[in-house]
């Protein structure tokens, strides 16, 4: 055997890749994107151009954000093997708690926000310790605290809204970042930023590329790599140029880019990501290898409640006041979102950006069928059915792999 | 008759891969028309021909042109390296992988077969029993053989009539087991012939058992093996891959051996006898002189220390698993665990393991002469305890996770800075052991879920020896695996316990424990009831043990 293994060995990895295999292998990546671009093609015509006008941009942006930053923990705690029906419920409760505090306590916005951000965590920490430590399934443990937090809403806010925040408070969701520059017609600061992002971005990649080549494992053909990055280095100056042309980048979507690279590292880079979808692949494996499964599932959880509490906050400031019917069906869309991002109902599989590319999918889908005028019946369908093939599809390239 | 491996083993390192293996196919062919002639004189009755099949995967070729023939009413072993493409063959065959994803044909019965899925081979009484079994563990015996093919009418079960069958079925096994008690209460050889059952429930005509041996004890086996050699007096043909070549010659008719998905020889062994050596040179190539590493035992003064260990099950509370053991370990000593499956030893291999299993665990560990607590599987880890499970799919590895993620699972600090993972260090880690153990993987992104059972568990090997144990518990290590990657594996204890580590094998072979172990204890119900060096050690000794300890 040891006068052939390495001959084989070597047979086997001098066989190159084709660019046909890499497709195979990672049909998934660029087939969420794909259908992404294609989406927004298809509402921008259907919509004669009204999707991409940066009104309607910045709109896309401000209506989707608390689904994106809920969608982040949501991944989380998909992939560890999880799931969480109670992040509507939390936020709408976590935005009654800011408006009792604001408008009838009259507290700080700031000390408000640091309350409702811990108060958030508490929450998802509970409901953590139940599934992490006495291994009562999420499920039931969340579909409790969806009621609870449903019926804590109701009771906080009386059954009336409460409204409107300080000028300050919105501007969480209705704030635009300055601009520095104070050119004409177009913030040139917020412009220079999505600039700066891409080349970032492509610096990032190239890099990374640069040193697969060095130790010999790239798999990525160059064209691949050259128009993937093209593609999003692009995407984002055309978007950021839209944005600047209407009031330039919204806060919220400093935020949100911020968690999203944030979460990226923290699941891609460092051991705790890397043990987050250990457990989701194999807990029991996990735990054998010394792995604290339960704390770490713990961990999920609290920062689920974190993000619910964030994405509460925004929405608040958003809509400018507490309703008791904010946040409803909202773990819908945000656990939809994680499925059509790719990530697998039995955890261990998912990334941070699949998820907010879903998020965008279902995004568009939603503003641009309002545009279009399909009511709200048919779009829920549109949406289950879109769903329904994400999931299909990831099915059937599994078992076709 | 002339051997691949003659013609292997003088080959030098230097000729390319692909002579080697056109000169082992053609030559094979040879072999073949050879059997061929001898064999005219006999009753030539052919129900199986696999002709020409290649399967491939991305980055594999799992099968090159293997070409197999199973007469009617033999018992045609199938044997190989981990990884050469045993399991794969065979699901071509059961329709796993169906007509139109493989290349080449299969006949059977004089018809050209495109199966579309399992129902399909089993509608013409080919079934296999996979390497996992395949039963719910929570349903009667009765449910479980006649899942699927209920016996009913109007979708109205007929229990009567199911357990009447189910009794008659188990009774053609060899079994007398109620057919309402539940598969989980049953041990695994029983599990294994409850999937016999299944089979013949089904009129089974080829019966295909991938490794069926392999988490059975002595006993169990030999009841397994004298059921195939009765099923060939019915007419029944069975193809059975395993790694155990003194089964395999004890009860083969017909040895075919592949080697990297090529076929390698086809052995009459009717025609002349074929002995082990023989087939372990078709195997691996080249012959092995020794089955076990020679080596010179140093031991040190004593590393871990156990006294009055015990244990209770985790759900029935008034049973003791495990009870007032005491065992001592040196440093650079190899210490083997014998019993039989179900003695206990896994338990208290994993009771010690951060108390991984049971409750109520009472005793005392002292490492190094200090008291320490084993608590938690972390403060194991980092007490230098490791623990190699017997059972990989489940407790070993992240199936869909690729080698180089398996591998530093357990420590993953060591391929960390500041809690971020250096991935370059990680890829020279996981490639560093795909040499050192001669994991068999196009490379190491292969997610684990896709390698032979043999070379899963040195995924799983490997991800221990990487936590750098000073105690080492290996749990069957070699269960699955090949002749010549179980010497590697000898090979890597050795050199273990040569650096001053501390051994711990646990398993149910007991020439292997007499091959590589310094001491033995010997474990029955629990308990230990036995201590022997291995120069003082022999098999009917340990079996007389067990046996006066049960009595
Ligand atoms: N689904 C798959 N995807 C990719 N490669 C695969 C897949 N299944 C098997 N292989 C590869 O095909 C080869 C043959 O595997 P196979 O399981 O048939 O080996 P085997 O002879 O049964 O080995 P063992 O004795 O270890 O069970 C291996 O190199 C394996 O990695
Ligand atoms: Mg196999």
Avoid at chain 2, 518 to 539: H, K
Wanted: proline share 3%; aromatic share 6%; glycine share 10%.
């Amino acid at each position: 055997m040891n006068d052939e293994t390495p001959e084989t060995a070597g047979a086997l990895k001098a066989k190159p890749k084709t660019s046909m295999h890499f497709i195979r292998t990672h049909l998934r990546e660029y087939g969420i994107l794909i259908a992404l671009i294609v989406i927004m093609a298809f509402f921008q015509f259907m919509t004669g151009g009204i999707l991409l006008k940066p009104v309607n941009l910045t709109n896309l942006i401000l209506q989707n954000s608390y689904i994106i930053i809920m969608a982040v923990g949501m991944l989380l705690v998909i992939v560890a093997g999880h799931i969480d029906l109670s992040v509507g419920s939390v936020l709408g409760f976590i935005g009654a708690l800011a408006a009792v505090m604001i408008v009838e306590y009259d507290i700080n916005y700031v000390v408000t926000a640091i309350v409702c951000l811990a108060a958030g965590a508490a929450i998802g920490a509970m409901q953590g310790y139940w599934i992490a430590y006495f291994k009562i399934p999420a499920f039931i443990v969340t579909l409790a605290g969806m009621l609870v937090f449903k019926g804590l809403t109701l009771w906080l806010l009386a059954g009336q809204s409460i409204g409107p925040f300080p000028k300050n408070f919105q501007l969480i969701s209705s704030g635009f970042i300055p601009d520095l520059f104070k050119a004409e017609g177009i913030n040139l600061f917020s412009l220079s930023l999505g600039v700066l992002t891409a080349s970032i971005l492509i610096i990032l990649s190239a890099r990374s590329r640069m040193h697969q080549q060095r130790i010999g494992i790239v798999d990525e053909p160059f064209a691949f790599f050259f128009a993937k990055n093209a593609i999003i280095a692009f995407a984002i100056i055309y978007l950021s140029y839209l944005l600047a042309a209407f009031r330039g980048l919204p806060n919220v979507l400093i935020i949100m880019a911020f968690l999203i690279s944030v979460y990226t590292f923290i699941a891609s880079k460092t051991t705790i990501g890397r043990r987050i979808y250990a457990i989701g692949g194999n807990e029991k494996a996990a735990k054998l290898s010394g792995i604290n499964t339960e704390r770490l599932t713990f961990l999920t959880f609290a920062n689920m409640g974190m993000l619910a509490a964030l994405a509460g906050l925004v929405f608040a400031a958003r809509l400018n006041t507490a309703t008791p019917k904010a946040g409803f069906a909202f773990e819908l869309d945000v656990i939809a979102a994680v499925f059509i991002g790719g990530a697998s109902m039995s955890g261990g599989v998912g990334t941070i950006i699949g998820a907010v590319v879903g998020a965008f999918i279902m995004g568009v889908m939603n503003n641009g069928m309002s545009i279009l005028g399909i009511g709200i019946d048919w779009q829920q369908v549109i949406k289950g059915l879109v769903l329904l093939a994400a999931v299909i599809f990831d099915v059937y390239n599994k078992n076709k792999a | 008759m002339q051997h691949a491996d003659s013609s292997g083993s003088v080959m030098t390192q230097a000729e390319a891969p692909s002579q080697q293996s056109t000169s082992s196919s053609g030559y094979s062919g040879e072999a073949n028309s050879r059997e061929a002639n001898s064999r005219l004189g006999a009753d030539q009755d052919i129900i199986l021909e696999m002709r020409h099949i290649t399967k491939s995967f991305p980055g594999v070729k799992a099968l090159d042109d293997v070409s197999l023939k199973v007469q009617r009413g033999e018992i045609h072993a199938l044997v190989g390296e981990n990884g050469a493409g045993k399991s794969t063959l065979m699901k071509v065959l059961s329709g796993v992988y169906p007509h139109g994803k493989y290349a080449g044909d299969i006949v059977y019965n004089g018809e050209v077969l495109a199966l579309r899925g399992i129902a399909d081979s089993e509608s013409k009484g080919i079934i296999i029993i996979h390497q996992e079994l395949a039963l719910v563990p929570l349903l009667s015996i009765a449910e479980n053989i006649f899942l699927g093919n209920e016996i009913s009418s109007k979708g109205i079960i007929d229990w009567p009539e199911t357990n009447r069958k189910t009794s008659e079925l188990l009774r053609k096994v060899g079994l007398s087991e109620n057919p309402e008690s539940l598969v989980s209460d049953l041990g695994l050889g029983k599990q294994q012939l409850i999937e016999i059952a299944k089979a013949l429930s089904k009129e089974v005509k080829l019966l295909i058992l991938d490794e069926p041996t392999s988490s059975l004890n002595e006993k169990d086996s030999d009841t397994l093996l004298a059921l195939l050699t009765e099923f060939k007096a019915r007419g029944i043909s069975s193809i059975l891959i395993s790694h155990k070549l003194n089964e395999i010659s004890r009860v083969a008719d017909t040895i075919t051996v592949l080697r990297d998905g090529t076929l390698v020889s086809t052995l009459d062994c009717h025609a002349q006898a074929i002995s082990e050596d023989h087939i372990i040179r078709d195997m691996v190539g080249r012959s092995l002189s020794d089955r076990y590493p020679p080596r010179t035992p140093q031991i040190g003064d004593a590393v871990m220390q156990v006294r009055d260990w015990t244990v209770h099950h985790p759900l029935y509370p008034d049973n003791k698993v495990v009870s007032g053991v005491d065992l001592d370990l040196r440093r650079g000593e190899v210490l083997g665990i014998a019993g039989l499956m179900g003695a206990g030893r896994t338990e208290l291999a994993m009771s010690l393991f951060g108390r991984s299993y049971g409750r109520n665990i009472s005793g005392e560990v002292m490492i190094n002469g200090k008291a320490v607590d084993l608590g938690t599987i972390r403060k194991a880890i980092d007490a230098g305890l490791c623990y190699v499970t017997e059972d990989r799919k489940q407790y070993g590895l992240v199936l869909d996770q690729s080698i180089q993620r398996n591998i530093p699972l357990a420590n993953l600090n060591a391929v960390a800075q500041f809690g971020l993972i250096d991935e370059n260090r990680e890829l020279a880690v996981a490639n560093d052991y795909r040499e050192k153990i001669n994991i068999r993987c196009p490379d190491v992104s292969q997610q684990t879920i896709n390698l032979s059972g043999g070379n899963q568990q040195k995924v799983v090997l490997s991800k221990w020896l990487f936590a750098d144990p000073e105690i080492l518990i290996l749990d069957e290590p070699t269960r699955g695996i090949d002749v010549g990657a179980k010497y590697e594996i000898y090979t890597i204890i050795r050199d273990l316990a040569a650096a001053g580590k501390s051994i711990i094998v646990i398993s149910s072979e007991m020439p292997e424990l007499l091959g590589i172990c310094d001491r033995l204890y010997v474990m029955n119900e629990g308990r230990f009831v036995g201590e022997l060096s291995v120069a003082e050690a022999t098999q009917e000794k340990i079996m007389s043990m067990i046996v006066r300890a049960s009595a």
